[in-house]
């Protein structure tokens, strides 16, 4: 599981639990609630990123610290209005008042407020079911959103991928897409070959990368995106290829 998709599902997992609210006293979870910020702050630090313990504690300094931890602000190319360009795991966050992340599908998960509608005061716990909540996307305003930036680790196979899908590995529906999506791998390509796969074309790839490459080399495979949804349909590692690729024209 990617740092990412671990930090949303401790998001997602708090929320479906009640007996984790909001309060904004006892906010780092000493009597099972949170408020927003220490919400999404300890998912990350969960996940392994050091975001509290390099600083950050608030809304206020979270823009800060997150980019020094290895963030990326996307603002830019997220339409905030609807949500176009989102990807599940992304920090939304109003520097003043609020955070929240994004689960996909048009969803975000956040701690939001107590059941006397108050910031502390309320009873341990979700009293009402909205205080920890996934619900609809909106912009709250946002005025930053933020990225974590995976580190880059070798990827499975194409091949690999569809075989765990069709072994329950990676959920069904949406929650596959999004894992999948949330791990680096291209949802269509590997739904394609596990399409193959069920209708009877279980041979796994034959042919080593190095001769793969040399046929892409040789124009057999496409350009562009065609080459790579048909590399990886095949169930070939469409990065591997293009590696070796590039090493095969450097020489």
Same mark, same amino acid.
């Given at each position: 599981?990617?740092?990412? *998709?671990?930090?949303? =599902? $401790?998001? /997602? ?26 919400? +999404? ?19 206020? @300094? ?6 020094k931890c ?43 407020? @107590?059941?006397?509608?108050? =910031? ?9 079911? #909205? *205080?920890?909540?996934? #619900?609809?996307? #909106?912009?709250?305003? $946002? ?6 930036? /995976?580190?880059? +680790?070798?990827?499975?196979? &194409?091949?690999?991928?569809?075989? *765990?899908?069709?072994?329950?590995? $990676? ?28 209708s009877g074309?279980?041979? =796994?790839?034959?042919?080593? +990368?190095? *001769?793969?490459?040399? !046929? &892409?080399? =040789?124009?057999? $495979?496409?350009?562009?995106? !065609?080459?790579?949804? #048909? &590399? ?20």
């Amino acid at each position: 599981m990617s740092k990412t *998709e671990s930090a949303i =599902a $401790w998001m /997602e997992k708090m929320a479906a639990d009640n007996s984790h609210g909001y309060d904004q006293r006892y906010r780092w979870g000493q009597k099972g609630d949170f408020d927003c910020s220490a919400a +999404v702050i300890t998912a990350w630090q969960q996940a392994g990123v050091n975001v509290r313990g390099a600083g950050a504690t608030y809304t206020g @300094n979270m823009l800060g610290v997150f980019l020094k931890c290895g963030f990326v602000d996307v603002t830019s190319s997220v339409n905030l209005a609807t949500g176009a360009g989102l990807k599940r795991g992304d920090v939304l966050l109003n520097t003043s008042h609020h955070t929240a992340m994004y689960c996909g599908g048009g969803r975000e998960v956040e701690a939001s407020i @107590n059941e006397k509608g108050t =910031a502390t005061g309320g009873k341990p716990g979700d009293q009402t079911g #909205r *205080e920890f909540l996934v #619900r609809s996307y #909106r912009n709250y305003p $946002w005025n930053h959103v933020l990225r974590y930036n /995976e580190p880059i +680790v070798a990827k499975k196979s &194409v091949d690999e991928v569809a075989r *765990e899908v069709i072994a329950g590995k $990676w959920g069904s529906g949406v929650d596959r897409r999004n894992r999948l999506d949330a791990a680096g791998y291209d949802y269509n390509a590997v739904q394609s070959r596990v399409n193959a796969l069920l209708s009877g074309g279980s041979k =796994a790839p034959s042919k080593s +990368v190095t *001769e793969i490459a040399r !046929e &892409v080399i =040789a124009g057999k $495979w496409g350009n562009g995106s !065609e080459r790579r949804r #048909r &590399v990886q349909a095949a169930g070939y590692n469409y990065a591997a290829v293009q590696s070796e690729v590039n090493r095969l024209l450097k020489r």
